[in-house]
């Protein structure tokens, strides 16, 4: 994952540009634009300060979720999950959040758009109308169509722009690079549920079952964001984590949320699964145990399809804050988390030296409010 800071961004027929007065706005082709004042949302990095275009609000404790397990031989499945994204928020994103929320409840005109175009195809070509008047309506809705889904793109997308000082891209660069270990590893899972097993015979001999789903790790842009770096990118079943530089959003189809790194812990460590699907190239094979296994740990004789599976040491990865977040992951290579821990504490660190009372920077953004 590179660190590469882009000067500007298109969203649709527009072109967002960052210079030293802020942000302003162009639309056009290229040798030809007309351009308008400061628009997005505007976050300077620096040791002098962190500066917002717009303030980002208390947090409350969210709970797990129980669901009844349709299997004799294991308890109740307990889904690992977090609590409601809107009541995820700093002191410091409530205007950014503000906008992502109401923009994500904006309704899409384009499925309304084409429904009207095929109606009226529809309509023409039933009446025997002129060919020539089918393939104009044909060819005036498809622009049509077109210009509306730029306009969709503008109401539904938030620009952020990062500005960094040169003195503190090193701890987010390292962030990056920790990921990218994470994203590097043959196999990354999302831990959705786990159940505690009553009877372990028919288990493996394991203590627990867990519900998982294959997810991949990637630097991009988050769910209707532009902005002029890309993030690392964590799905999280319905959920998607984003990473940017001053938090972390939580993208949920209910809204999104905000967690300060400063909030966010990350409990790591080996952990010991009984691997039934293939066993990943980079996993670590510490012991073998049978399907069905009987009370010394050897194979049950009783069941004819009985067959050997290999036991791997995966790294455990749990993310957590006080505001309800709380995802579990399983990494095919062992012994992760102490860079990426390292890298969450420096970027908790950068943060609240950023939040210390600084001056403001003259022709660029009125300072957000620090976190209590």
Known sequence: MGFYIRKAISVGPLRFNLSKSGIGVSAGVKGFRVGSGPRGNYVHMGRGGLYFRQTLGPVSQGLPVLSPSVDPTVGPSVEIESGSVLEMADASSSGILNELNEKRR????????????????????????????????????GVGCWWIAQKDVLRKTTVIFYDFESDVTAPYEALLEAFSEIAGCSRVWHVQSKA???????????NSVVSRKAVRVSAGQPPLVK???????????????????????????????????????????????????????????????????????????????????????YSRLLFQSASGLNELFHVSRRALGAQQTAALRAMSKLRGELNQPSSVVPGLVSPGAPAP
């Open 196 to 206: 505690d097993v009553h009877n372990r015979k028919y288990h493996a001999g394991a």
């Open 106 to 141: 904006l309704v899409r005109f384009l499925p309304f758009a084409i429904g009207l175009v095929i109606l009226a195809t529809y309509a023409l070509v039933a009446t025997d109308a002129p060919s020539i008047l089918t393939v104009s309506v044909l060819v005036s809705g």
């Open 227 to 313: 902005c002029n770096i890309d993030v690392p990118l964590l799905p999280a079943g319905r959920q998607m984590l984003a990473f940017m530089p001053d938090r972390v959003l939580v993208f949920d189809v209910a809204g999104v949320g905000a967690v300060r790194y400063s909030d966010l812990e990350l409990v790591h460590g080996d952990n010991r699964f009984i691997e039934e699907e293939s066993v990943p190239s980079d996993a670590t094979v510490v012991d073998k145990t049978w399907r069905f296994v009987n009370k010394k740990g050897g194979p049950d004789r009783r069941f004819s399809n009985n067959r050997e599976l290999p036991v791997c040491l």
